[in-house]
Nanobody, 117 residues
Framework: QVQLVESGGTLVQPGGSLRLSCRASGFNLEGYSVGWFRQAPGQEEHEGISSISSNGESKYYVDSVKGRFNISKDTSKRTVDLQMNSLEIEDTAVYYC?????????WGQGTQVTVSS
């Protein structure tokens, strides 16, 4: 059974940092890419913000987070982490972990990140 469980979201001041973690189970993390999405308040769409390839060598970032966020994968811990620095109010959202596997697409339950002074 595939499961994605996010953690690490909280209230943080502008300019601060947070590290989100996605714990994956039920599939071979080394065999597939994993992504982070977010849904901002009042928005229906999930915005894809970062992803990491199966071997961890290829990383993608949406322009709005380039230079501030860093995605990493630890296959021994079965986690995909998103280090977020220089947070802005516009980063406020529910952050979701996503795995698009050959047989189905999976989402975590989400973790709330609120950037506010």
């Amino acid at each position: 059974q595939v499961q994605l469980v996010e953690s690490g979201g909280t209230l943080v001041q502008p300019g601060g940092s947070l590290r989100l973690s996605c714990r994956a189970s039920g599939f071979n993390l080394e065999g597939y890419s994993v992504g982070w999405f977010r849904q901002a308040p009042g928005q229906e769409e999930h915005e894809g913000i970062s992803s990491i390839s199966s071997n961890g060598e290829s990383k993608y970032y949406v322009d709005s987070v380039k230079g501030r966020f860093n995605i990493s994968k630890d296959t021994s811990k079965r986690t995909v982490d998103l280090q977020m620095n220089s947070l802005e109010i516009e980063d406020t959202a529910v952050y979701y972990c996503n795995a698009y596997l050959p047989w189905a697409e999976y989402w975590g339950q989400g973790t709330q990140v609120t950037v506010s002074s």
